[in-house]
């Protein structure tokens, strides 16, 4: 595939790739699944941050398919197609890319207002309508309000990025009192409330006083992962991966949660063949 050599992708390593992969697994299994069911009157692909729709491979060094085009390429076809980015450029070379599908919606917005707003809000289930959604953003750009409104709809599945590289160098400081005030608003919109501070730090006897200490990243993960359940009201969320970069640091925990138990086992089944894939 040929990239615009004006247009500067993003490049994706190994585990990004991996990624890539889970997402093509899981879509034509969940066509598939929908398309037999009688009542079912749609079912969409959502995708929050679509970039170009296109990456650049560090692995391959070549151009591959990003999350939209490999979601257009699913058979059997999602009934319609929603793509949102804030950046100009990309939103224009998604136009082109995909100019031949007249299913496929095409924005230019904050993904946290208008899938609130007008996308979510079509995808109703007493209507039978159903969607799987990709939240896949760069850091802190996501708001809690998107996954409380997926969960609680009971007709929409997501994959989502949890970006700890971000928590961990803009806010989980040993220090609390030295970060920013902007970076803890970024965080307690990203999670739904200051809740956050109970699983990144814990109290612990000190040579003089009691001390906060930074806890680890799976705490952080597996109290976000109650959050989903028991707040957000999603009944199956399997274990997130954790996806490195090329020194082998989590940069995010690629999360599912469904309210569909054949997908959460789908979904299961798919993640346990890649967590431990390759070098990292």
Not at 93 to 102: F, G, R, V
Request: aromatic share 14%.
């Amino acid at each position: 595939m040929a990239g615009d050599k004006s247009l500067k992708f993003d490049e994706i390593g190994y585990w990004s790739e991996i990624k890539l992969e889970i997402l093509k697994e899981y879509a034509p299994a969940y066509t598939k699944i929908m398309s037999k069911q009688p009542l079912i009157k749609g079912f969409y692909y959502i995708d929050g941050f679509a970039g170009y729709g296109i990456h650049k491979s560090k692995t391959r060094d070549e151009y591959i398919p990003g999350s939209p085009l490999n979601a257009l390429n699913v058979k059997p076809p999602f009934s319609g197609y929603y793509l949102i980015d804030l950046k100009g450029k990309k939103v224009e070379h998604l136009k082109k890319l995909t100019k031949e599908y007249s299913n496929v919606h095409i924005f230019k917005e904050d993904c946290n207002k208008i899938l609130l707003e007008k996308i979510f809000p079509t995808i109703k289930y007493e209507q039978y309508k159903r969607a799987l959604c990709l939240l896949d953003p760069y850091g802190l750009h996501l708001n809690w309000d998107v996954l409380l409104a997926a969960g609680k709809s009971k007709s929409i599945e997501i994959f989502l990025n949890f970006p700890v590289m971000d928590m961990n160098m803009n806010v989980f400081w040993e220090n609390t009192e030295k970060v920013a005030p902007s970076q803890i608003k970024r965080m307690n919109a990203f999670w739904g409330d200051e809740s956050w501070k109970e699983a990144a730090y814990r109290k612990v006897q000190g040579l003089f006083d009691v001390i906060e200490e930074k806890t680890s990243n799976k705490a952080v993960v597996n109290a976000f992962s109650d959050r989903l359940h028991k707040i957000a009201g999603f009944e199956f969320v399997p274990e997130p991966i954790p996806m490195r970069n090329s020194n082998g640091a989590v940069v995010y925990y690629l999360f599912f949660a469904s309210p569909n138990k054949t997908g959460n086992k789908i979904v299961e089944d798919i993640m346990t063949k890649y967590r431990n894939k390759g070098a990292v």
